[in-house]
């Protein structure tokens, strides 16, 4: 696959914080740290030291990537916040969300649980109104992300969700597709230009 996008200049990343995780997939989230710095992007993340979160800020750290961490006050010593990186201190999980969102141009989800779940449904939900449209990829080794797709699908049988909110995000199954992956997304055009009047997500 080719190269990255030029206008992602800063990429979210969802994922989980546990580090009983499969050991693949902190090796796998590091990587993603890592490519990040190497590709010059800077990575927005939930600022911990945890999981898969602190892989991929540790490693795009050391890469010599730039990296900003938003952290809930009441969570800075329960998900270890970094103080190698930049980080934002905010008040709560949805002023995190709501940073992470704007100070990003895409997003990406590796594996994770309840939270990274309740962040990338909010994402996507906030797509379905048109409120944005950043490209989504996601991340799904060994299908890890199969049984969402399924549910969603479930949705779009049952006419609750229109078919094509299926075509709003793309997959990859190799940690170095994802990067390339945007870039498609953005040159068949997913970007932040698109529905203007709403862009603001409370
Ligand atoms: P998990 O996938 O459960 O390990 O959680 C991944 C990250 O999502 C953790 O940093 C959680 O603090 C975060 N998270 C969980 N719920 C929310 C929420 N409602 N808003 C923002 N972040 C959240």
Same mark, same amino acid.
């Given at each position: 696959?080719?190269?990255?996008?030029?206008?992602?200049?800063?990429?979210? %990343?969802f994922?989980?914080?546990?580090?009983?995780?499969?050991?693949?997939y902190?090796?796998? =989230?590091?990587? /993603?740290? @890592?490519?990040? =710095?190497?590709?010059?992007?800077?990575?927005?993340?939930?600022?911990?030291?945890?999981?898969?979160?602190? =892989?991929?800020?540790?490693?795009?750290?050391?890469?010599?990537?730039? *990296?900003?961490?938003?952290?809930p006050? /009441?969570?800075?010593?329960?998900?270890?916040? &970094?103080?190698?990186?930049?980080?934002?201190?905010?008040? +709560?999980?949805?002023?995190? @969300?709501?940073?992470? /969102?704007?100070? +990003?141009?895409?997003? %990406?989800?590796? #594996?994770?649980?309840?939270?990274?779940?309740?962040e990338?449904?909010?994402?996507? +939900?906030?797509? $379905?109104?048109?409120?944005?449209?950043?490209?989504?990829? /996601?991340?799904?080794?060994?299908?890890?992300?199969?049984?969402?797709? *399924?549910?969603?699908?479930?949705? %779009?049988?049952?006419?609750?969700? #229109?078919?094509?909110?299926m075509?709003?995000? +793309?997959?990859?199954?190799? *940690?170095?597709?994802?990067? #390339? &992956?945007?870039?498609?997304?953005?040159?068949?055009?997913?970007?932040?230009?698109? #529905?203007?009047?709403? $862009?603001?997500?409370t």
């Amino acid at each position: 696959m080719g190269a990255s996008p030029d206008r992602i200049e800063s990429v979210c %990343v969802f994922c989980g914080s546990s580090d009983a995780a499969d050991p693949a997939y902190l090796a796998d =989230a590091a990587r /993603f740290g @890592k490519l990040l =710095a190497q590709e010059g992007r800077r990575l927005v993340y939930g600022g911990g030291g945890v999981g898969l979160m602190g =892989a991929c800020a540790r490693a795009a750290h050391e890469a010599g990537g730039d *990296v900003l961490g938003v952290i809930p006050q /009441f969570l800075t010593s329960r998900e270890r916040a &970094l103080d190698v990186v930049k980080t934002v201190v905010v008040r +709560s999980m949805h002023e995190r @969300k709501q940073i992470m /969102f704007e100070r +990003s141009d895409g997003f %990406v989800v590796l #594996p994770g649980g309840i939270g990274t779940l309740e962040e990338i449904i909010e994402l996507l +939900s906030w797509r $379905r109104l048109e409120l944005h449209r950043k490209p989504v990829v /996601f991340y799904s080794p060994g299908g890890f992300w199969d049984p969402l797709f *399924v549910l969603l699908q479930h949705t %779009v049988e049952a006419r609750l969700t #229109p078919a094509d909110f299926m075509q709003s995000w +793309s997959v990859a199954t190799q *940690v170095e597709d994802i990067l #390339p &992956l945007m870039a498609g997304r953005l040159r068949a055009g997913d970007d932040d230009e698109a #529905p203007a009047a709403t $862009r603001r997500v409370t």
